[in-house]
């Protein structure tokens, strides 16, 4: 299973649950490799409205807590938490790569 997918808190389905993630991403080409950080927030489909209301405030706590990320993801789609489509979302906004690519 991808690791978007497994259950947390006790089985609870991720459609239901509210979560943050700081995640670490290496990128870059063959002639320089970088670490970029991606504060991703998931707001499954089944949250009821008034958590998700409360998810503005804790998400300004969030970013004060973890300022320094290269990309932000706000989602509700368990495809755009694909390990893949995050590191191509990083490896867009780096800036130049110098090697030969793909």
């Known amino acids: 299973k991808q ?14 649950l509210r979560a943050y993630v700081y995640l670490r991403v290496v990128t870059g080409d063959e002639m320089s490799k970088r670490h970029k950080f991606v504060l991703l927030t998931w707001c499954g489909p089944s949250v009821p409205a008034l958590k998700k ?26 495809e755009d938490m694909a390990l893949d489509n995050i590191i191509e979302r990083v490896r867009k906004s780096g800036g130049a790569n110098y090697g030969p690519g793909k």
């Open 3 to 16: 690791w978007y997918q497994r259950r947390v808190r006790g089985g609870e389905e991720g459609e239901s």
């Open 53 to 78: 209301a409360k998810m503005s405030l804790e998400k300004t706590q969030v970013k004060n807590l973890m300022s320094n990320y290269a990309v932000e993801i706000q989602t509700s789609e368990l």
